[in-house]
């Protein structure tokens, strides 16, 4: 599997929180060839299962979110549009952004600002909110308003690209990154004389509330489930930064309250075994990813979360190595085909 290509193909289609249905549609058509069956249930998720076609089988699941974060229309003024987020949406990165209204066509649209030139010092130092901000797509009010329905979503503009020889740029990333892992972990799965079904699942709305990562597993119910999501890596672009997690360092296995200690220890021995680069974060509390609802969904489950260190998250310019993606596709399929014994007996 070329991961690059993979991860270009998924981070093509548009598909802010709520509406997934072209990438689902797109992710649906890379996952065929690696599963017995797929399908797409009631909250939009994409699941595909690879059956071991042996009696009583064990489930694993492996999951990541296909939503994306985005924008919606609110309303139209002398042509401009106004709009809200979709997600966790910095609004200081908005001025200037290009972007795709998702109507049928799409449609062109740059966020509006003011040249430096003509904005005075304190202008300068401010970030404009959300609602103070408006989207240009050159057309009418009239024009505006039979084009752009209220409620149309939007998506920053597409281009994802390699930087330098490791890395790789763009947006949608998060979370689509971690799929191609997935889909990695089940071609590496292929042919392998396994004790368990396994599923995938593409989830939806992550971004906003996890219903569907959600009410996926609580429907599939697998006796072990691994999300694998995106973490802040540490960066220079002036944040806070996680000193301990870098990009290209390898996964990263989350320690804490959200993943059973045992589980993470054989994850740990695992990697050791298999040289496969691994780092640790202390997760005290909420991870902020779906392994959070999901461990005590339905009966509670046997949980993993394994992250991909990312620079820029949540911007159009997302940065992560695609060594790390592999490492994070061999680490899952490890633990699929080599399972710690408790996963399927607490």
């Known amino acids: 599997m070329d991961l690059r290509e993979t991860m270009k193909a998924l981070c093509s289609e548009c598909g802010p929180s709520g509406f997934e249905t072209k990438v689902v549609e797109k992710a649906r058509e890379l996952i065929e060839p690696l599963c017995d069956e797929t399908w797409i249930d009631k909250m939009g998720n994409l699941v595909g299962v690879k059956r071991c076609g042996k009696k009583n089988a064990r489930k694993v699941l492996i999951t990541a979110h296909l939503d994306e974060i985005g924008l919606m229309v609110t309303g139209i003024e002398d042509g401009f549009l106004r709009f809200t987020k979709i997600g966790g949406v910095d609004p200081r990165m908005l001025p200037d952004r290009e972007l795709t209204i998702l109507t049928e066509p799409p449609l062109f649209g740059v966020v509006a600002a003011l040249p ?56 949608s990333l998060d979370d689509r990154s971690c799929f191609a892992a997935c889909m990695y972990a089940m071609e590496l799965l292929q042919g392998r004389d396994l ?25 599939l119910d697998p006796d072990y489930c691994i999300v694998v999501d995106v973490c802040q890596a540490k960066s220079t672009d002036g944040g806070p930064v996680n000193k301990d997690v870098v990009v290209g360092g390898g996964p ?9 200690p045992h589980i993470t220890q054989h994850l740990i021995e695992l990697a050791e075994k298999h040289r496969i680069p691994y780092q640790i974060s202390a997760s005290g509390g909420n991870t902020h990813t779906d392994a ?30 695609v060594r790390d993606t592999q490492w994070l596709g061999e680490l899952m399929a490890a633990a699929i085909a080599e399972p710690c014994k408790e996963v399927y007996e607490c």
């Open 116 to 171: 430096p030139h003509v904005m005075s010092e304190a202008d300068k130092e401010k970030t404009i909110p959300i609602e103070d901000l408006r989207i240009d797509i050159g057309y009418s009010q009239k024009a505006a308003e039979k084009l752009v329905p209220i409620g149309t979503p939007i998506s920053f503009r597409k281009d994802n690209y390699s930087l330098g020889p490791n890395l790789y740029c763009g947006t």
């Open 195 to 219: 004790d368990c079904d396994v599923y995938i699942m593409g989830a939806t709305v992550e971004e906003t509330d996890s219903t569907g990562a959600l009410t996926g597993s609580y429907a």
């Open 252 to 260: 990263t296995l989350s320690a804490g309250a959200n993943c059973q």
């Open 292 to 321: 959070w609802p999901m461990q005590i969904n339905s009966k509670g489950f046997n949980m993993s979360l394994i992250s991909l260190p990312m620079r820029y998250m949540h911007t159009p310019i997302e940065v992560m190595d």
